[in-house]
């Protein structure tokens, strides 16, 4: 990216959509945008790695951040920590992107984490996450209306017998992780209902099923 893009005061939405190699370079130019509100990246070759709390400190107002197919933007190791920091981040993306495997744990691991009050809308879809829903996501994201975590590897629901998603959580999908199993309890239906009288929630794909003894949940969608 040009370095003329730090001149660029006052800006509060970017989106660039690129060709996976244009344009390319580092983020540094981006970086030095500290108004922007909407930060949305697809396709590019631009380079950055977000691995330790400094790389979007100077986007202090950054509400919505959008990551899709960039290949050079990655997170690795063990952290999130350069996101789990930012305050003000309501709409967080990261689709098709190189993130942990992990990365649902990690952004649950606290509830004192910054962005556990302000995020309203997560989508991890695509990008090669496994393991179990974290038992810890609805009192470290209380505030989350939307969850996407469309085609990657989960393999289970937490087994507390409870509510899984938070009470705010109205729309889910889950679709296409094949190996994922798991319950949806009658409480769990209650608390969707009454998220929203329009609330969604998308299991196809998976072999996540009905509590026995409940035969249906609203509008969610269930089968492989």
Do not use: R, W
């Amino acid at each position: 990216m040009p370095d003329e893009m730090q001149f660029l005061v006052g800006l509060t939405s970017l989106k660039v959509t690129g060709d996976n190699t244009v344009p390319s370079g580092s983020l540094t130019s981006i970086l030095s945008i500290s108004s922007l509100q909407s930060l949305d990246l697809e396709q590019t070759g631009l380079q950055a790695s977000m691995d330790d709390q400094t790389t979007f400190s100077t986007l202090s107002a950054l509400k919505s951040l959008t990551l899709v197919k960039n290949a050079g933007i990655t997170i690795q190791g063990n952290s999130m920590a350069g996101i789990t920091g930012m305050g003000n981040l309501k709409e967080l993306v990261l689709n098709f992107q190189s993130v942990p495997a992990n990365a649902l744990d990690l952004l649950t691991a606290s509830s004192s984490n910054p962005i556990s009050s302000s995020l309203s809308t997560l989508s991890l879809s695509n990008s090669n996450q496994a393991g179990s829903i974290p038992a810890a996501l609805p009192t470290a994201l209380p505030n989350l209306v939307e969850l996407h975590l469309d085609g990657n590897a989960y393999s289970t629901l937490p087994t507390n017998g409870g509510v899984i998603f938070p009470s705010k959580t109205s729309v889910i999908s889950l679709k296409g992780n094949s190996g994922m199993s798991g319950t949806i309890s009658s409480a769990e239906c209650q608390a969707l209902q009454k998220a929203s009288s329009s609330s969604t929630c998308d299991f196809s794909g998976t072999a996540i099923t009905l509590q026995s003894g409940v035969t249906s949940c609203g509008n969610c969608v269930f089968g492989q």
